[in-house]
């Protein structure tokens, strides 16, 4: 277990009250913690979108916004090195939340869940492409362009018009990003959590693997 100077110092403020009721503060670190994992692993509104077994020993969240340039960027060069590395070879399990700093991130989000449905490996096909058109179709022709990528992805223009005015979809979406920022604490994107231990912003592959490693030798 990691223990962050932040929360073994706010244990230590309450070290002389839980001993006197009998409690170890080095007990409450470790309730916090699985409280914090526990808040992070589940699903709110939408299913998890997830690659790799689900009783896997160590479990990546992603929060991530579709027009974010950060996002993009990590998609491109580090994802595919975790994927590789750690999902293909059913080492981890690896779950992507939408967090959309923009309607049109929600649109994105929203079009993804369309095409993508319950099957977790298309939607992350459609995430890949969506952060590698990035500039296309989070510029001023976003509509037209979502059209285009649905329809290469088996959907109608009917279709994707009655996608992204789904007000459930993007309610549910928006509960979950409510969630996310008041429960998790995640106010910037891309924010990552590792068996819930938070990692805000650009992270390189090298940085994951030296918390992947132990966690799985553990």
């Known amino acids: 277990m990691i223990i962050t100077r932040r ?20 007990r409450l670190i470790a309730d916090a913690m699985a409280q914090s994992a ?8 939408l299913p998890d ?10 479990t990546i969240v992603e929060f991530a916004s579709m027009t974010c340039p950060h996002c993009a960027a990590f998609n491109a060069e580090v994802f595919p090195k975790i994927k590789a590395e750690y999902i293909d070879t059913g080492k981890i399990r690896y779950v992507f939340r939408e967090f959309p700093l923009d309607i049109k991130a929600a649109a994105g ?9 319950d099957n ?9 492409l969506l952060f590698k058109q990035q500039l296309e179709w989070a510029g001023p022709k976003t509509t037209e362009t979502l059209k285009l990528i649905g329809k290469q992805a088996g959907l109608t223009e009917q279709n ?10 993007l309610a549910k979406i928006s509960a979950d990003q409510k969630y996310a920022n008041e429960v998790l604490k995640v106010d910037s994107t891309p924010t990552f959590f ?21 966690l799985l030798n553990s």
């Open 7 to 26: 929360a073994f110092t706010a244990v230590l403020s309450l070290t002389g009250l839980a001993a006197l009721a009998g409690f170890s503060p080095f």
């Open 109 to 117: 989000s929203m079009l993804a869940r369309c095409i993508a449905k």
């Open 38 to 45: 526990a808040d992070v692993s589940k699903p709110v509104s």
């Open 49 to 58: 979108m997830a690659l790799g077994p689900a009783n896997a020993k160590v």
């Open 120 to 128: 977790a490996g298309k939607y992350f096909a459609v995430i890949d």
């Open 194 to 214: 590792v068996n819930g231990e938070k990692i805000k912003g650009e992270t390189s592959f090298d940085e994951f693997q030296k918390k992947i490693d132990p």
């Open 160 to 169: 994707v018009e009655d996608c992204l005015k789904d007000q459930a979809l």
